[in-house]
């Protein structure tokens, strides 16, 4: 797949995504990363991309018109075109009002060809980018950032890792955090208490331990070293759903939970603080 990143500062890309999975992933030719700089599609010799807004207000707002001729050179067709030929194409505008980005859309976002994203700056993007332009607006948390450059490394990175190919044991992305059970539910039953090693069901991800078994009087839990692999099974599904209670209790309202999960909840509820 193909990423195509678009905004006025090039330079900030030339860290972030030369490293780890996502430097692998291109050297492996399992993605490309083009990276855009707007200013190149200006027409004034001071390569203006911003404006003052009609009607006032404070700050500044990108123009439309590098964003426009940008796609264009990039063969990337307004969105009613796109839609008429339901296109395997994308183009993401990142901004504070967008939709949250979670692991559910990068996996939805997996299996586009091209994923196109617009990194907005200042007080905002010219709103004919996203009335024409831009198939949804995407956020990666309730705070604003300075632009969304930050944002679109994120969204490049959690989407890599889903490539097949990409990750040297492919059940990794399967066990995480907030990977949703239909990704990661792996050989078991619909119905079935998870194992230890399969999808997370939407459920933060359970602790995990190495060597030394001891660490300056800090031991590793019993239950991991004593070979029984239900039990270790059954603890970690449990401290799953006990860390997502406590952190984030919001996740177990669309999560997968088997009656062994409900149970162990209940159990968990009714524990003293």
Not at 131 to 140: H, K, P
Not at 199 to 206: A, I
């Amino acid at each position: 797949m193909k990423f195509e990143i678009l905004t006025i500062f090039p330079d900030f890309f030339r860290g972030p995504l030369d490293y780890g999975i996502v430097r692998k992933a291109r050297e492996a030719g399992l993605i490309e990363i083009g990276i855009h700089d707007l200013r190149a599609f200006t027409h004034d010799r001071h390569r203006t991309v911003d404006d003052r807004p009609f009607g006032g207000g404070e700050g500044m707002v990108l123009k439309p018109e590098p964003i426009f001729e940008c796609l264009e050179s990039l063969a990337v067709s307004p969105r009613a075109e796109r839609e008429q030929i339901a296109a395997r194409e994308t183009v993401i505008l990142l901004s504070p009002q967008g939709r949250l980005f979670t692991q559910g859309v990068a996996q939805e976002l997996m299996d586009r060809k091209r994923v196109v994203l617009i990194c907005g700056r200042y007080e905002g993007v010219d709103e004919r980018v996203s009335e024409y332009l831009a198939d949804r607006e995407i956020s990666v948390g309730d705070f604003v950032l300075s632009g969304g450059e930050l944002g679109a490394a994120i969204i490049v990175d959690a989407i890599s890792r889903l490539v097949p190919g990409a990750l040297g044991n492919e059940a990794s992305s399967q066990q995480e955090s907030f990977t949703a059970s239909a990704a990661g539910q792996g050989s078991r039953a619909p119905g079935q208490p998870p194992n230890s090693t399969c999808g997370s069901g939407g459920l933060l991800d359970y602790p995990h331990y190495t060597r030394p078994a001891e660490f300056r009087g800090m031991p590793v839990p019993e239950v991991l070293v004593n070979g029984n692999h239900d039990e270790i099974r059954k603890w970690r599904r449990r401290c799953a759903l006990e860390k997502t209670l406590h952190n984030r209790p919001d996740l177990l309202r669309d999560a997968e939970l088997s009656r062994e999960d409900r149970k162990m909840l209940a159990e968990i509820e009714a524990e003293p603080e």
